[in-house]
């Protein structure tokens, strides 16, 4: 069945330095790809997405490329905030409108 | 800015009551979900809804009822709580998309459940 593997966390890293969280997935058909964040006490809040190969999706500085070749999908920023403190879930959308969600990459960032 | 709406946000309970988390929108989403987010963090699909009188069991097993009477209204009711019922609980919304599509799905703040 349709999967998401995300790097296990926490990503511990300083203020101005370069994220990646790397997002693998398992599908039939062609998917819909999307970042979520949560903050700490709150909901789920779509960052970015994208819906075929090649799209590159992008928020808040934070970028994702959707590449059917290597199933992936993974997120990227150039210079992260104390404010980007959070949980990042990729997750894809399937044909019965439901999403498979990764279990989460915790990230820290410290001054 | 995502108007889904889910109360209460906090409640703490003994076991063996009866407990309704309530959870609306005001976008006029066709679909709805609920989700269990174990301490982990992994989120769980537990319930949905293609629309008014239509409810589905998610991925996960659970032992609460949802129904679906209105379109902009998706309950979620536990005749008799447990501590294993000890849980974030996260009410979603989405619309049925155009052409090939996948819409996203708006979150609501959650409800966080304790039940001693």
């Known amino acids: 069945g349709d999967s998401v593997t995300q790097m296990e966390g926490p990503v511990t890293l300083s203020e101005e330095a370069f994220l990646t969280i790397n997002c693998t997935y398992t599908a039939t058909g062609y998917p819909s790809l999307f970042w979520y964040v949560q903050y700490p006490g709150e909901g789920l809040q779509l960052l970015l997405k994208a819906t075929k190969a090649d799209d590159k999706g992008s928020n808040k500085g934070f970028e994702a490329t959707y590449r059917k070749e290597t199933t992936s999908f993974h997120l990227e920023k150039g210079s992260v905030q104390v404010s980007d403190s959070a949980v990042y879930f990729c997750?894809?959308?399937?044909?019965?409108?439901?999403?498979?969600f990764g279990t989460g990459t915790r990230l820290l960032v410290s001054p | 800015e995502a108007d889904i709406y889910q109360t209460p946000r906090y409640l703490v309970i003994g076991t063996g009551k009866k407990i309704t988390l309530e959870c609306s929108q005001t976008?006029?989403?066709?679909?709805m979900y609920w989700y269990q987010q174990d301490p982990g963090m992994e989120l769980h699909l537990i319930h949905y809804?293609?629309?008014?009188?239509?409810?589905e069991k998610g991925d996960l097993s659970s032992e609460s009822t949802v129904s679906r009477i209105r379109t902009e209204h998706f309950p979620l009711t536990l005749e008799s709580a447990r501590p294993s019922h000890t849980s974030q609980y996260l009410c979603?919304?989405?619309?049925?998309?155009?052409?090939?599509?996948?819409?996203?799905?708006?979150f609501g703040p959650g409800t966080r459940l304790t039940v001693l």
């Open positions: 979603a919304s989405s619309k049925t998309p155009g052409g090939s599509s996948y819409n996203e799905q708006f």
């Open positions: 976008m006029g989403h066709d679909k």
């Open positions: 809804s293609y629309g008014v009188n239509s409810t």
């Open positions: 997750a894809l959308g399937t044909g019965f409108q439901k999403l498979v």
